[in-house]
């Protein structure tokens, strides 16, 4: 699956970088880079069935920061970069403690252009780390690594040539495999999480 997904990124990166090199050498009235910093809210949409119970993943805010690379004016690929922690319950029940997301996102983007206004949607691939697990009431949790999808929208704003404002929502079909007190069989936990971010970016 891994190498299926990656096969897929690198054929999707020679090919915009082959329409890159078709522009127009008149179009170049656009910056190559940018970067932003965001403020972002983490919000899980856990399912139910880690122990035949609701379970309840807490919202987090984080700060995060991406680059974004454009393979002509309208096309582009971004990759951010962030981590966060999550409390973890059962609903009206044990604590399962708390463990860290490290979830680098790579999407690529189709760029619209409005005055000062540039929507863009996006679809990437996600691969999330769990890590700083701590197991609350239990003797033993673990995580397993793993690889999801995600949609996404959003709008820069220009202040001026450099400097921009920008609004980021992004959906993250993310899903792990639970391991609980070394139980012979794992539990397959969503957490789907919606990523909701505000910020400045600098294009160069």
């Known amino acids: 699956m891994k190498k299926i997904i990656f096969s897929t990124i690198l054929t999707c990166l020679f090919v915009f970088n082959t329409q890159a090199q078709d522009e127009a050498t008149s179009n170049d009235d656009y910056s190559k880079w940018q970067a932003r910093f965001r403020i972002i809210s983490v919000i899980p949409s856990p399912g139910d069935d880690i122990v035949g119970a609701d379970i309840d993943i807490s919202t987090a805010f984080v700060p995060e920061l991406d680059f974004t690379y454009f393979f002509t004016k309208n096309i582009s690929a971004e990759l951010i970069l962030a981590t966060t922690k999550h409390d973890v319950e059962i609903e009206n029940g044990a604590d399962l403690g708390h463990v860290w997301l490290l979830p680098p996102t790579l999407s690529f983007q189709y760029h619209f252009y409005a005055d000062k206004f540039k929507p863009y949607v996006g679809a990437g691939i996600n691969y999330t780390l769990f890590y700083g697990i701590d197991e609350g009431d ?67």
Do not use: C, H, R
């Open 138 to 204: 239990l003797e033993d949790i673990d995580y397993e690594n793993t690889i999801g999808f995600s949609l996404q929208t959003g709008l820069d704003y220009s202040l001026n040539e450099k400097w921009f404002l920008n609004l980021d929502i992004k959906k993250i079909f993310l899903k792990t495999d639970v391991t609980v007190n070394n139980a012979p069989e794992d539990v397959e936990v969503e957490i789907n999480p919606l990523v909701i971010g505000f910020g400045v970016g600098m294009k160069f």
